[in-house]
């Protein structure tokens, strides 16, 4: 049974740099039938894709972030990693690892196992 | 403002059935294949439907997806009280090249 279980810090300071990881159980992210990202939910409301990574050294990109944004696995610890720099409130939210499922041209694209999710809350 | 629109709420009543659509684009859902998710509060999402009308493995058959152009719906049959969640559909974007989510239904069964 695959398993996703973030970590990170609860609280970060506006303009600082946001780091989580995603512990991977039960399935090697060195797979390459699947992709490992990222996706928020800001209080009260909906999901927002972040980004993902798959096996053979593809990323992508939500656009709206790609500025900011960093993703990457560590596939000795098979581990997956986050990092968001410039923080702003904005970027309070439940962050979730999420293992993806897609073609390659994308006709499919699903995400059928996420982690509980992490809370960020950026503040001073 | 969300790239796919769903209405904010729906509801109905123990028994009854239920449909909750979601409408896109030539670029989303008009050329991808549509996911649906479940998700209670204070939880994470829950596949429920992925390429349109696929179940996944232990999700009861009373849910089912379909597609017609560029719009999409989720029909759930003999409603449960334990059907009250969050409804979010996604699919592939080809011009944001990424995937993207509906603005949620919450569904109240009453």
């Known amino acids: 049974q695959v398993q996703l279980q973030e970590s990170g810090p609860r609280l970060v300071k506006p303009s600082e740099t946001l780091s989580l990881t995603c512990s991977v159980s039960?399935?090697?992210?060195?797979?390459?039938?699947?992709?490992w990202g990222w996706v928020r939910q800001p209080p009260g409301k909906g999901l927002e894709w972040i980004a993902s990574f798959y096996s053979v050294g593809s990323t992508l990109f939500n656009d709206s972030l790609k500025s900011r944004v960093s993703i990457s696995g560590d596939t000795a610890k098979n581990q997956v990693s986050l990092t968001l720099r410039s923080v702003t409130a904005a970027d309070t939210a439940v962050y979730f690892c999420a293992r993806g499922r897609g073609n390659w041209n994308y006709e499919y694209f699903y995400i059928d196992v996420w982690g509980q999710g992490t809370t960020v809350t950026v503040s001073s | 403002q969300s790239v796919l629109t769903q209405p904010p709420s729906a509801s109905g009543t123990p028994g009854q059935s239920v449909t909750i659509s979601c409408s896109g684009g030539?670029?989303?859902?008009?050329?991808?294949?549509v996911n649906w998710y479940q998700q209670f509060p204070g939880t994470a999402p829950k596949l429920l439907i992925y390429r349109n009308n696929q179940l996944p493995s232990g999700v009861p058959d009373r849910f089912s997806g379909s597609k017609s152009g560029t719009s999409a719906s989720l029909a759930i049959t003999g409603l449960q009280t334990e059907d009250e969640a969050d409804y979010y559909c996604?699919?592939?974007?080809?011009?944001?090249?990424?995937?993207?989510f509906g603005g949620g239904t919450k569904l109240a069964v009453l």
């Open positions: 996604s699919t592939w974007d080809e011009t944001l090249r990424g995937p993207v």
């Open positions: 030539s670029s989303n859902i008009g050329s991808n294949t």
């Open positions: 039960g399935n090697s992210i060195s797979s390459s039938s699947y992709y």
